[in-house]
């Protein structure tokens, strides 16, 4: 239906309400599923990780961090029609923000750090509790590893997501389509530990 020309949403009510699925099953479907036209235009800038080589990344920091704590915990991560991996626990009214471990960002960083990325900016939401705290954590681990770039909050994440110039790392669609080139780092680090995805 979304390739006839249907918005997504209004799409995956008529089907979720005709088949009576399960909030859990709608919410799936609503992060899964896109038109063609949207899943081409969002591959045609997705970028590997070897394409990070001496480049600038942004990192959008909580999205990035909840999906690929998501699948190194064992919880449903999906391959989407875009190509890029998404969790769904923050669509349910029991959602609670798991507490953002080192773990995940050892493994992000990491990956990053082996990429050659020549400087990295992870944006985290100055909105949610304890970011400052979490950015000074991670702004450690970059110097660790001596992976150039800054953690930092602010208030407008996504505006400077979009408008950065440089390469996003994020999953969030309206961020994928204002940049111009992408990478998915929790798919990157699903392929690269041999965890396979859910599909729809």
């Known amino acids: 239906m979304v390739d006839r020309g249907y918005p997504n949403d209004s799409a995956v009510r008529y089907v979720s309400d005709h088949h009576r699925l399960p909030e859990t099953q709608r919410s799936v479907l609503l992060r899964t ?17 070897h394409d ?18 998501s699948l190194l ?14 969790d769904t626990r923050g669509f349910f009214r029991s959602y609670k923000a798991p507490k ?17 990325a020549a400087r990295v900016e992870v944006l985290l939401d100055q909105q949610i ?26 208030r407008d994440v996504d505006h400077q997501l979009k408008t950065c110039g440089s390469i996003v790392a994020s999953s969030d669609g309206n961020v994928i389509d204002a940049a111009s080139k992408v990478i998915d780092l929790p798919g990157e680090i699903a392929r690269g530990r041999c965890i396979r995805p859910l599909l729809v």
């Open 129 to 154: 509790s304890q970011s400052g705290e979490l950015a000074k954590e991670v702004q450690g681990l970059m110097a660790e590893r001596a992976l150039p770039g800054e953690a930092r909050c602010e």
């Open 52 to 69: 990070l080589r001496g480049r600038v990344v942004f990192v959008n920091g909580y999205n990035t961090t909840i999906t690929t704590q």
């Open 33 to 49: 599923i896109l038109s063609a036209d949207t899943a081409l235009a969002r591959m045609a800038k997705t970028l590997q990780l």
């Open 100 to 116: 953002i471990t080192v773990c995940t960002f050892f493994e992000i960083l990491d990956l990053l750090a082996l990429a050659g």
């Open 73 to 86: 915990d064992g919880y449903p991560v999906y391959l989407c029609d875009d190509g890029f991996l998404r």
